[in-house]
């Protein structure tokens, strides 16, 4: 394991840990397993699995037992920002790897899907700067025009 990767599992574990000290406070006589289930269903909910994990797998990874997986962790980080006040779109994206050719500040939003360019012989992905663009570029625009 790489010490970034140990880094991130190891602040997983904390903001697991914070996460649910916040909770703790309406917990109204909840068992523990009740309690860690219901934090295993917020973290669920937000990385969109079909099914929960378990309040078994969430307290494994709160004491150290197991590490999270990527998505637990994503999903760890998205219920952190939630609980700070953080917004709805931070909570509900995901981290993704970019090659950005505009100005992208490091965990903006990103609203679009991005979509393949159109001319057939380009292998460019991008984000479309308006909901019809077909073409990455003017060039792949004209070259497709050429084709016909
Ligand atoms: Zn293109």
């Not at 790489?2 to 406070?25: G, M």
């Not at 937000?46 to 378990?54: E, F, N, S, V």
């Not at 969430?58 to 219920?79: F, H, T, Y």
């Not at 790897?97 to 393949?116: H, I, K, N, Q």
Request: aromatic residues 8%.
């Amino acid at each position: 394991m790489t010490p970034q990767k140990a880094a991130e599992i190891a602040n997983a574990r904390n903001s697991l840990i914070a996460i649910c000290e916040h909770f703790q406070q309406n917990r109204n006589g909840q068992s523990s397993a009740a309690f860690h289930q219901d934090i295993a269903d917020r973290l669920s909910a937000l990385a969109g699995r079909k099914t929960p994990w378990t309040q078994r797998y969430i307290v494994s990874v709160k004491n150290g037992r197991v590490d999270p997986s990527q998505s637990m962790i994503w999903a760890i980080k998205a219920l952190g920002y939630m609980i700070d006040d953080g917004h709805f779109l931070i909570a509900q994206s995901r981290p993704v790897d970019v090659l950005a050719y505009g100005e992208v500040t490091p965990g903006a939003v990103v609203l679009p899907d991005s979509r393949a360019c159109a001319y057939v012989a380009c292998n460019v992905v991008f984000v479309p700067r308006v909901p019809w663009q077909r073409y990455c570029c003017p060039d792949c625009r004209i070259k497709n025009y050429r084709m016909r």
